[in-house]
């Protein structure tokens, strides 16, 4: 491949971050026609709210078939379990307000609680079942005998929303998720493929980043599909260890590839061997696509000490959502103020969905652009347009070319989520009904009462027990590092598909911490995947320790280097002078090199100064307490 053709096959690839696709427009014209035709059963079926069937069709839209298939199952088990709270809930303690008030709050802290615990989208619907039940208990507060037609209206209104966005996704030009990962992961090698041969070949920097930065995502969305596959069919159940472990691979040959863009030109030719060996995996890669299957299981799980910290952190999250629905309502109920009921309802939304964020106040406030963004649309279409042009064909004229552009921005991991808070919330604004009326004060009322509830949640994310996505980055870093130290230190060896299983699970929890920390995230995240590179040279040490062709006091110094690399991990600081780990390694390698030239020998002292490359480009990655 030629740098002019690899040139132009990087620009495409980055510019296909913006622009929309094929896939794009299919999913966003999938997504406004199902919206459609859920809102026209609403209104055959003469719901009473019938914006909510076509809401749950754009909050469960998704690219891939089996992620609509989970979102909605999820949502509906949890729409369900909502139900269940608020209508127990709501029989039992109506007489008394303030502890209606409060056992919501609790229950929408435990259902928070439990989201955080748990992943997508499972983590949803626990969520879901938090906030449903504030939305049926609120409206029914001082007449609990509409509780129950309030449950079943929202149920069905759900149902029909979910039944129509599953049937689009799998009937109309479906995009299954086990096609979608096939793809994505031809695509990924080719991306590699493209990364590796401009780190040969000394490729722009510019562009080999944002290529960088591309891979680290197709490796995030891999992961999500392989947990959404497995509900489009039983076979593909089978098939998600075998995904999991192909994603491990590509995550280390990335490790390699950005290992051989930071360091083209060795001046020793200690690292040549190590260079044509990356150089022929990639190769490989690029011309056998099944070779990635050839992995062994995935065998390692999170450690102890990050389940603990997840449960803290959950806890965290469960006193935040209740404290903050808790407070709202108690305003509620002293002022008495009929409109705060849309206020208290947004409040249990926001700081239960996003609660278990890695970011929730940057999330939270994505939530807010959308809903303030979808205000003035609403107010157009809904009080100017509809009223003096009523029926269902005026509204299609007037909605759809709203619609599908934001469904298009959905389709971007850059925009989806103020695109998914502007298409929900420009629906609820919007209200549809077969007669619209023009009568701007309730709009306005209810929209102030929404925007407000936000803020009110962004203030309590900012407050109660804020969260501080660095502090879960350093314990992560702080995991990482001692992973390396065992592997350095430990009696039992452990193999390399186990150890990739184990990076590949503490990148994957990175991801969502760094994606918005600018340059500072981009290098945690690139000494991150410089980790897995260590990782992968000190087993090759380890291993040649055993070998009976490596005489004793190489194997000897091979172990007094790792004693002091793993001292190195543990020990020091951010700031402080390197210890003599780097020179050591460096030494090393020069007197192996220098006393033999043997293939395996080579190997060692590449290994030594791939090691001393990757400290020294990031040092205070392995260094204690980073930031």
Not at 548 to 560: F, Q, V
Request: contains cysteine; glycine residues 6%; aromatic residues 8%.
């Amino acid at each position: 491949m030629t740098w002019a053709r690899l040139k132009d096959d990087i620009g495409t690839r980055i510019a296909g971050l913006t622009r929309p696709t094929r896939s794009d427009w299919i999913f966003a014209l999938r997504t406004v026609s199902a919206g459609l035709i859920a809102i026209l059963a609403a209104y055959a079926l003469k719901l009473d709210h019938p914006q909510w069937a076509m809401m749950t069709v754009f909050i469960v839209a998704q690219p891939v078939a089996g992620m609509v298939l989970a979102k909605g199952f999820y949502r509906l088990l949890g729409t369900l379990a909502g139900a269940l709270a608020a209508i127990g809930i709501t029989t039992v303690f109506d007489a008394n307000p303030w502890l209606l008030v409060a056992v919501l709050a609790v229950w929408i802290g435990i259902c928070s609680l439990v989201s955080s615990l748990l992943r997508n989208p499972e983590a949803y619907g626990a969520a879901l079942a938090g906030y449903t039940a504030m939305i049926i208990g609120l409206p029914a507060f001082g007449q609990p005998h509409l509780v129950i037609d309030l449950a079943v209206a929202r149920c069905a209104e759900i149902v029909l929303g979910i039944i129509c966005a599953a049937l689009s996704s799998r009937l109309i030009l479906p995009k299954l998720a086990a096609d979608a990962i096939i793809s994505r992961l031809k695509r990924s090698i080719l991306d590699l493929a493209a990364y590796a041969d401009g780190a040969f070949s000394g490729g722009d920097a510019e562009k080999l980043a944002g290529l960088h930065r591309k891979l680290i995502g197709d490796v995030q969305t891999l992961g999500e599909m392989r947990t959404y596959a497995r509900l489009e069919g039983p076979s593909l159940a089978t098939r998600a260890y075998p995904v999991r472990r192909t994603i491990g691979q590509l995550l280390s040959a990335l490790s390699a590839a950005r290992a051989l863009h930071a360091h083209a030109a060795p001046k020793n030719a200690a690292l040549i061997p190590v260079r044509a060996e990356l150089q022929a995996v990639v190769g490989e890669l690029v011309a056998k696509p099944g070779a990635l299957d050839d992995t062994a299981p995935w065998v390692a799980r999170l450690d102890a000490i990050a389940g603990k910290a997840r449960q803290r952190a959950a806890s965290r999250n469960a006193v935040r959502a209740a404290i903050a629905t808790l407070l709202v309502a108690g305003f509620w109920l002293a002022t008495k103020w009929s409109d705060a009921t849309g206020t208290v309802i947004l409040v249990a939304v926001v700081s239960s969905l996003f609660a278990a964020r890695a970011d929730p106040i940057r999330s939270a406030w994505n939530f807010f652009e959308g809903t303030l963004l979808a205000l003035p649309f609403a107010f157009l279409i809904g009080q100017l347009a509809l009223p003096a042009l009523p029926g269902f064909g005026w509204f299609m004229v007037f909605v759809v070319p709203i619609l599908v552009p934001a469904a298009l921005a959905m389709a971007n991991p850059r925009y989806v989520g103020v695109a998914t808070a502007f298409a929900i919330n420009f629906l609820a604004f919007l209200s549809p009904h077969q007669v619209m009326t023009y009568d701007p004060e309730p709009f306005f009322a209810n929209s102030a009462a929404v925007l407000v509830g936000i803020l009110l949640a962004i203030g309590v994310f900012a407050v109660v027990l804020p969260a501080d996505p660095w502090v879960t980055v350093n314990r992560i870093l702080q995991t990482m590092r001692e992973d390396l130290a065992r592997l350095c230190l430990h009696d039992r060896l452990p193999r390399r598909s186990a150890f990739e299983s184990l990076a590949y699970d503490r990148i994957n929890q990175l991801m969502p911490l760094l994606q918005n920390a600018g340059k500072k995230g981009d290098a945690v995240l690139g000494g991150g995947i410089a980790a897995v590179t260590v990782g992968l040279e000190i087993l090759r040490l380890r291993n040649a320790q055993q070998s009976s062709a490596i005489p004793p006091e190489t194997a000897l110094s091979i172990a007094n280097f790792l004693r002091g690399l793993a001292r190195e991990l543990l020990f020091r600081r951010p700031g402080e002078p390197q210890t003599a780990t780097v020179a050591v390694a460096r030494q090393y390698a020069a007197g192996i090199a220098e006393r033999s030239v043997a293939a395996e020998m080579l190997q060692i002292a590449a290994s030594l100064r791939i090691i001393a490359a990757a400290i020294e480009d990031f040092p205070d990655f392995f260094a204690k307490d980073r930031v």
